[in-house]
């Protein structure tokens, strides 16, 4: 009866024939040129990669090692490198207002040509402007201004001169200038002479010199407007030497740059700052007037202020493609750094630097969306600039209303698709508390982590690595090794109908296959190379398993697997530590008892279980009473435990095992210690499928092999989990050699008549089971028990009515 539980030895791992792979080693196979089993993913991608209207930005979406970051980054670089390519950017000054540089936009690869144009042409105006004004037709003109200057400045004061002499005074010169003396015969009278005259002869002189003071003011009023008119008439000389010169060199930038309005305005602001301003290009001897061009500080005038901050530059074809790995804000947006001299931190524009936003403007921007979130202020600014597509470059004080006064560059339009990847948890949460979030990426990616296995894809498979081999350089593999790979990639799926996506994990071993090939000094990856590249990887990983295994076989953890005994059951649990799973049997007891309590979980009154665990034992509880409570009362008092846990216990893959024990030992069956079992029920009696199938049956094989095979050892699974099966090798062997056993059930009956012997039962045509069935052995003693607490409640009552 046992025999038709059976599992055969060929559904327990993935039967793959290398004979049917086609080819003798993989250096045969082409390599691999589309992702495998991606098709929903990278037809979502394709669309959002292609749509262009606003907010079809891109989540992709999908577990570690799914392919999705190389996926994207591929599909991206192919469609970019058939895009049109995106213009260059450049900061310049604002002669308005410095405080707010302006971006000029140009066709791509032009901005370095702007940037050195500018530079040219300071550098010539730096050149040439000295030669004019030191060139002797500008020096000649320069000195007939000023000759007839000083001519007529000479004919005022021969005027003067000539007045003064009618009216009896002349010109004596000393340290504070010229003062008026009174002349007798043409020469000047004394102190001694002068006060000899009568009073009115003085008083008359007094005023004849205050009338020629009139003069004389009006005279030096006459003359500094000569000097005026001289220093404009050169000013505007020089002016028009300037713009001569730079008639031509704007007017062939004006005709370079003639598409472009903003370059345009800009030149004319360049143009009319060197005319007001050329004097910055003279060096210090060269100057026209006698004014210093050294600043406050001692420094020659700044040019900078011409020169051209080129921020973002396309040199290649097709848009642009930025990966930023620390998306922090700078790093997306942009920043602005300071300089420091004397003492004084300062800035201008071409301390601005753009972020990764920027460089990928018109192209393609992939963030790690943990990354994006765990970054102060950086997701805010990545849906602001989705939204107002344009970046702002601000310090992030500015970003949080703290004013620092320093730049404000103008903000600059951006396009860009941006593609975020990340794990499925933080899609659903942006989806849940993000309103934004389904506005700004309405396209998601979602990367499967496994397939549907059949032979074309197997030679898929094989392709993928081959063509890691020549990437990487690796020895390549034979039929066997590559059969060997394909089946470790169903246990990584945990189907053996189907493949693991997640190829990143199977890389590893490809690679420590290669490893261990060489190591070897073998030329092609053998079938035991890779196992051995297995075994390692699990050899490092399984030290906590190891413990478990030792403190089983030495019997400080307690799991009998021998004998046949009452109310206790092998159940399987399964650890996880990190990228590790292993199982380990763990015994759970069961005491029944009369009452009125129901089934006690001791876990969850110590409050070491989970809700998913109560759930299971409250489920169970469903199925004894629908089973059992007929004609008389449920009266059951029962007490469930893990025996030697002493943490929370979670799942409910152990009601199976639970109920068991609960029916041994109201039926006083024992149960077979050398089979555990696995699965949970439903309130049907239903066993249904579990998680972790291939580690519990590993784990107690482990146990088993320690302890010694007997040949009647095995494991009670849920035959809905048989297409789950991808065990080890050596399970598998044990199984065809008849030393182990897997079982698969599909209703508690089935594994109960496994774990007893006892057939369960079939209520008869008066809704009673039969006497030599379990479940009849159950219904009689829950029969008595009822009984007795009937009884009991008739004491009670009588003892409390009051005598007569």
């Given at each position: 009866?046992?025999?038709?539980?059976?599992?055969?030895?060929?559904?327990?791992?993935p039967?793959?024939?290398?004979?049917?792979?086609?080819?003798?080693?993989?250096?045969?196979?082409p390599?691999l040129?589309?992702?495998?089993?991606?098709?929903?993913?990278?037809?979502a991608?394709?669309?959002?990669?292609?749509?262009?209207?606003?907010?079809?930005?891109?989540?992709?979406?999908?577990?570690?090692?799914?392919?999705?970051?190389?996926?994207?980054?591929?599909?991206?670089?192919?469609l970019?490198?058939?895009a049109?390519?995106?213009?260059d950017l450049?900061?310049?000054?604002?002669?308005?207002?410095?405080?707010?540089?302006?971006?000029l936009?140009?066709?791509?690869?032009?901005?370095?040509?702007?940037?050195?144009?500018?530079?040219?042409?300071?550098?010539?105006?730096?050149?040439?402007?000295?030669?004019?004004?030191?060139s002797?037709?500008?020096?000649?003109?320069?000195?007939?201004?000023?000759?007839?200057?000083?001519?007529?400045?000479?004919?005022?004061f021969?005027?003067?001169?000539e007045?003064?002499?009618?009216?009896g005074?002349?010109?004596?010169?000393?340290?504070?200038?010229?003062?008026?003396?009174?002349?007798?015969?043409?020469?000047?009278?004394?102190?001694?002479?002068?006060?000899?005259?009568?009073?009115?002869?003085?008083?008359?002189?007094?005023?004849?010199?205050?009338?020629?003071?009139?003069?004389?003011?009006?005279?030096?009023?006459?003359?500094?407007?000569?000097?005026?008119?001289?220093?404009?008439?050169?000013?505007?000389?020089?002016?028009?030497?300037?713009?001569?010169?730079?008639?031509?060199?704007f007017?062939?930038?004006?005709?370079?740059?003639?598409g472009?309005?903003?370059?345009?305005?800009?030149?004319?602001?360049?143009?009319?700052?060197?005319?007001?301003?050329?004097?910055?290009?003279?060096?210090?001897?060269?100057?026209?007037l006698?004014?210093?061009?050294?600043?406050?500080?001692?420094r020659?005038?700044?040019?900078?202020?011409?020169?051209?901050?080129?921020?973002?530059?396309?040199?290649?074809?097709?848009?642009?493609?930025?990966?930023?790995?620390?998306?922090?804000?700078?790093?997306?947006i942009?920043?602005?750094?300071?300089?420091?001299?004397?003492?004084?931190v300062?800035?201008?524009?071409?301390?601005?630097?753009?972020?990764?936003?920027?460089?990928a403007g018109?192209?393609?921007?992939?963030?790690?969306?943990?990354?994006?979130?765990?970054?102060?202020?950086?997701?805010?600014a990545?849906?602001?600039?989705?939204?107002?597509?344009?970046?702002?470059?601000?310090?992030?004080?500015?970003?949080?209303?703290?004013?620092?006064?320093?730049?404000?560059?103008?903000?600059?339009?951006?396009?860009?698709?941006v593609?975020?990847?990340?794990?499925?948890?933080?899609y659903?949460?942006?989806?849940?508390?993000?309103?934004?979030?389904?506005?700004?990426?309405?396209?998601?990616?979602?990367?499967?982590?496994?397939?549907?296995?059949?032979?074309?894809?197997?030679?898929?498979?094989?392709?993928?690595v081959?063509?890691?081999c020549r990437?990487?350089?690796?020895?390549?593999?034979?039929?066997?090794?590559?059969?060997?790979?394909?089946?470790?990639?169903?246990?990584?799926?945990?189907?053996?109908?189907?493949?693991?996506?997640?190829?990143?994990?199977?890389?590893?071993?490809?690679?420590?296959?290669?490893?261990?090939?060489?190591?070897e000094?073998?030329?092609?990856?053998?079938?035991s190379?890779?196992?051995?590249a297995?075994?390692?990887?699990?050899?490092r990983?399984?030290?906590?398993?190891?413990?478990?295994?030792?403190?089983?076989?030495?019997?400080?953890l307690?799991?009998?697997?021998?004998?046949?005994v009452?109310?206790?059951?092998?159940?399987?649990?399964?650890h996880?530590?990190?990228?590790?799973?292993?199982g380990?049997?763990?015994r759970?007891?069961a005491?029944?008892?009369?009452?009125?309590?129901?089934?006690?979980?001791?876990?969850?009154?110590?409050?070491?279980?989970?809700?998913?665990?109560?759930?299971g034992?409250?489920?169970?509880?469903?199925?004894?009473?629908?089973?059992?409570?007929?004609?008389?009362?449920?009266?059951?008092s029962?007490?469930?435990?893990f025996?030697?846990?002493?943490s929370?216990?979670?799942?409910d893959?152990?009601?199976?095992?639970?109920?068991?024990?609960?029916?041994?030992?109201?039926?006083?069956?024992?149960?077979?210690?050398?089979?555990?079992?696995?699965?949970?029920?439903?309130?049907?009696?239903?066993?249904?499928?579990?998680?972790?199938?291939?580690?519990?049956?590993?784990?107690f094989?482990?146990?088993?092999?320690?302890?010694?095979?007997?040949?009647?050892?095995?494991?009670?699974?849920?035959?809905?989990?048989?297409?789950?099966?991808?065990?080890?090798?050596?399970?598998?062997?044990?199984?065809?050699s008849?030393?182990f056993?897997?079982?698969?059930?599909?209703?508690?009956?089935?594994?109960?008549?496994?774990?007893?012997?006892i057939?369960?039962?079939?209520?008869?045509?008066?809704?009673?089971?039969?006497?030599?069935?379990?479940?009849?052995?159950?219904?009689?003693?829950?029969?008595?028990m009822?009984?007795?607490?009937?009884?009991?409640?008739?004491?009670?009552?009588?003892?409390?009515?009051?005598?007569?």
């Amino acid at each position: 009866m046992i025999e038709k539980f059976k599992i055969p030895a060929t559904m327990l791992s993935p039967q793959v024939e290398a004979g049917q792979l086609g080819f003798a080693d993989t250096r045969e196979l082409p390599p691999l040129e589309e992702p495998i089993g991606q098709e929903r993913a990278i037809e979502a991608l394709d669309f959002g990669l292609r749509m262009q209207s606003p907010g079809f930005n891109i989540y992709v979406s999908g577990p570690i090692g799914s392919g999705k970051w190389s996926v994207a980054k591929e599909m991206v670089a192919r469609l970019a490198r058939s895009a049109t390519t995106p213009p260059d950017l450049c900061f310049v000054n604002n002669f308005h207002d410095p405080s707010r540089p302006c971006c000029l936009s140009f066709p791509a690869r032009q901005g370095r040509e702007f940037r050195e144009t500018m530079t040219n042409l300071v550098e010539g105006l730096r050149r040439d402007l000295p030669k004019i004004f030191e060139s002797t037709t500008y020096i000649e003109a320069k000195a007939k201004i000023v000759e007839e200057t000083e001519a007529r400045k000479k004919a005022l004061f021969r005027e003067l001169t000539e007045l003064s002499r009618e009216r009896g005074f002349g010109f004596q010169e000393n340290p504070m200038g010229f003062i008026l003396m009174p002349l007798r015969a043409g020469r000047p009278l004394s102190d001694e002479e002068l006060a000899s005259l009568p009073e009115a002869k003085r008083k008359e002189l007094d005023e004849k010199e205050t009338a020629l003071q009139s003069e004389i003011r009006e005279f030096h009023v006459r003359a500094h407007a000569l000097e005026h008119e001289a220093e404009q008439r050169i000013r505007d000389m020089d002016r028009q030497v300037v713009k001569n010169l730079l008639i031509g060199r704007f007017e062939k930038l004006r005709r370079s740059y003639e598409g472009l309005p903003k370059v345009l305005e800009y030149l004319e602001w360049v143009h009319d700052d060197v005319l007001a301003n050329y004097k910055d290009f003279l060096p210090r001897q060269a100057l026209p007037l006698p004014l210093s061009i050294m600043d406050s500080a001692g420094r020659a005038p700044d040019l900078t202020r011409y020169q051209v901050n080129l921020i973002v530059e396309h040199a290649g074809e097709g848009a642009p493609v930025v990966v930023e790995s620390h998306p922090t804000y700078a790093n997306l947006i942009g920043k602005i750094e300071r300089k420091a001299h004397l003492g004084v931190v300062y800035s201008d524009f071409m301390d601005i630097r753009a972020g990764a936003i920027l460089q990928a403007g018109g192209g393609f921007l992939l963030l790690n969306a943990l990354d994006v979130l765990r970054q102060p202020f950086a997701w805010d600014a990545v849906k602001r600039v989705i939204k107002t597509r344009e970046a702002k470059i601000e310090d992030p004080g500015e970003f949080v209303g703290f004013s620092t006064m320093g730049l404000r560059p103008q903000p600059v339009p951006v396009d860009v698709k941006v593609i975020l990847v990340g794990p499925p948890i933080i899609y659903h949460l942006l989806q849940a508390y993000e309103e934004d979030f389904q506005k700004l990426f309405k396209v998601k990616a979602d990367f499967d982590v496994d397939v549907s296995r059949d032979e074309n894809l197997d030679r898929l498979y094989a392709r993928f690595v081959a063509g890691l081999c020549r990437q990487e350089g690796l020895p390549h593999f034979t039929a066997e090794a590559t059969a060997e790979a394909i089946r470790y990639a169903s246990r990584l799926a945990e189907r053996r109908d189907r493949l693991s996506l997640r190829l990143s994990l199977l890389s590893d071993v490809i690679r420590e296959a290669g490893f261990w090939a060489s190591q070897e000094g073998h030329t092609l990856v053998s079938r035991s190379d890779i196992e051995t590249a297995i075994a390692q990887k699990r050899h490092r990983a399984n030290l906590p398993e190891q413990w478990v295994q030792d403190e089983i076989k030495e019997g400080t953890l307690i799991v009998d697997l021998t004998s046949e005994v009452v109310g206790q059951i092998n159940g399987l649990s399964v650890h996880l530590l990190g990228d590790y799973a292993f199982g380990r049997p763990c015994r759970i007891t069961a005491r029944t008892f009369v009452g009125t309590k129901g089934v006690i979980d001791i876990q969850r009154e110590a409050e070491l279980a989970g809700h998913v665990h109560s759930k299971g034992v409250m489920t169970l509880a469903g199925f004894l009473a629908g089973k059992f409570a007929g004609s008389h009362p449920f009266a059951l008092s029962a007490t469930l435990t893990f025996e030697q846990t002493y943490s929370e216990v979670e799942g409910d893959s152990a009601a199976v095992a639970e109920l068991a024990a609960v029916l041994s030992s109201l039926a006083d069956a024992p149960v077979r210690q050398y089979l555990a079992v696995t699965g949970s029920v439903n309130q049907l009696g239903e066993v249904q499928p579990i998680g972790g199938v291939n580690e519990k049956i590993e784990g107690f094989f482990d146990a088993c092999q320690k302890r010694g095979l007997s040949g009647n050892q095995g494991v009670i699974i849920p035959a809905r989990n048989t297409k789950h099966l991808a065990l080890r090798r050596e399970v598998v062997e044990a199984v065809e050699s008849g030393k182990f056993a897997v079982y698969g059930v599909n209703t508690v009956e089935e594994a109960l008549e496994l774990l007893t012997g006892i057939p369960a039962g079939v209520r008869g045509p008066e809704g009673q089971y039969p006497e030599n069935t379990l479940y009849g052995r159950v219904a009689r003693r829950l029969e008595d028990m009822a009984k007795a607490v009937a009884a009991w409640g008739q004491h009670q009552a009588t003892e409390a009515t009051p005598s007569g």
